[in-house]
């Protein structure tokens, strides 16, 4: 008994690092931090769509007027990714288990229905001018009204990356790349401006029905997106790096992470799951501890509900990793692109050696499943032919499995 608590109290130890070494904030911290986030954006957009629309208004821009427009539609993304923050902390109930937090899908959805709805007013408006050009008023307003945009925005666009980035949020992440887009919309109005005001060369009505075409764009962009997230899509690259970055941070002791699955029930409503590749000494109670408390650091501090697999990782094993070298150079003649992990080695009751591993394929396999499993085992034969192989295919969310003798039954130990 003796004996049992020291070791534990020793696993403890050493995992308490992991514990610790969270130094971001709290779930609530991060969800007050993404409401100062999302009201900062909200204020700049207010002003920034108020002043294009002044300046619109004076100068009789169309180009100028729409480019307000879309700024103001920015407005209502803020307004939403606010109400949606604040539905996350409503906790879940008996008809909701996974919370309310996919309520922002749904209300974008709304928004980007009345996107469209000006979007095709404007360009109806841009069409009439590019059919009746009109004169404009250009002055230091306009002017100054557009080059305040355009540095504001740019402001905006590295606000929002940095602070996608430090709270994990995919919103203002998405939020970024939509203010650098606007600063090229916006220098296109300010060109079109320009040679209006210096060469007298109007091209207001096709400016205007560029920005409206952007504006029907990004509503239709948003639809398509929300309804993926509805139906329950792929998610975003930034979104599963940024989970992967956080586990392999969180304990040195993390060879690798490899099988991570994301459902996004909206923000505050993140669950994943992932294997983790450990040291194969560890004890049990040590790789227990440790996918524990990262669990606990990216629940605590990102919101994120996550459940981890330890996957044995055998150091200094000439012919494990032998074996392993092996495997990967048959995958990737098949699929070059093909990553094998997850590999174990061991004997089953009548002794005899079992390789069980996992063959990850990130594109298109370029061969039939049936067609790689049957190359895969006939050059491996020429390695080992007595070597049993139990091998799963992973592709994007779906794997396949496939067993030499699937009845065989196998012992604790190891060959």
């Known amino acids: 008994m003796t004996g049992s608590l020291t070791d534990k109290n020793k696993a403890l130890t050493e995992s308490a690092r992991c514990v610790t070494a969270g130094k971001g904030m709290t779930a609530h911290e991060r969800k007050r931090a993404g409401l100062r986030v999302a009201v900062t954006g909200l204020l700049m957009n207010l002003v920034l769509s108020a002043a294009k629309l002044i300046a619109g208004s004076v100068s009789g821009s169309i180009a100028i007027w729409a480019d307000g427009w ?35 899908y749904v209300a974008s959805s709304v928004i980007a229905l009345g996107m469209l709805t000006v979007a095709i007013q404007t360009g109806y408006r841009s069409i009439m001018r590019i059919i009746d050009p009109e004169p404009l008023e250009t002055g230091y307003l306009v002017f100054t009204a557009l080059f305040f945009s355009i540095f504001v925005k740019l402001i905006q666009y590295f606000f929002y990356r940095n602070k996608g980035r430090k709270l994990v949020s995919t919103v203002f ?18 060109f079109a401006t320009f040679l209006y005001a210096f060469f007298g060369i109007n091209v207001d009505g096709p400016a205007g029905l560029i920005v409206s075409l952007l504006i029907a764009w990004s509503a239709i962009d948003i639809m398509r997106k929300t309804a993926t997230l509805l139906i329950g899509g792929k998610p975003s690259s930034e979104l599963t790096g940024l989970i992967s970055e956080k586990i392999k941070e969180a304990d040195l002791r993390i060879r690798g992470v490899h099988d991570l699955i994301v459902h996004d029930y909206g923000p505050g409503g993140i669950f994943a799951t992932a294997h983790v590749e450990l040291d194969s000494r560890e004890s049990f109670i040590e790789a227990h501890l440790i996918v524990d408390c990262v669990e606990r650091m990216l629940l605590r501090e990102y919101d994120i509900h996550l459940l981890l697999h330890a996957d044995p990782y055998y150091v200094d094993d000439a012919e494990h990793h032998a074996l392993h070298t092996k495997l990967k150079s048959v995958a990737r003649e098949i699929a070059p692109d093909a990553v094998i992990h997850s590999l174990h080695l061991f004997l089953s009751d009548k002794n005899v050696r079992v390789a069980s591993f996992d063959v990850s394929i990130a594109g298109e396999l370029p061969v039939s499943e049936a067609h790689f499993f049957e190359v895969f085992r006939q050059r491996m034969k020429d390695y080992d032919k007595e070597l049993v192989l139990w091998i799963t295919l992973d592709r994007e969310y779906m794997s396949v499995v496939s067993d030499d003798r699937p009845h065989l039954h196998v012992t604790a130990g190891r060959d």
């Open 70 to 104: 879309n700024n103001l539609s920015d407005s209502f993304s803020s307004v939403i990714s606010i109400v949606s923050i604040r539905l996350a902390v409503k906790p879940a109930d008996k008809k909701h288990p996974f919370g309310y937090a996919r309520f922002e």
């Open 173 to 190: 992440m998405a939020a970024s790349r939509d203010s650098m887009a606007d600063v090229f919309a916006t220098g296109g109005v300010l």
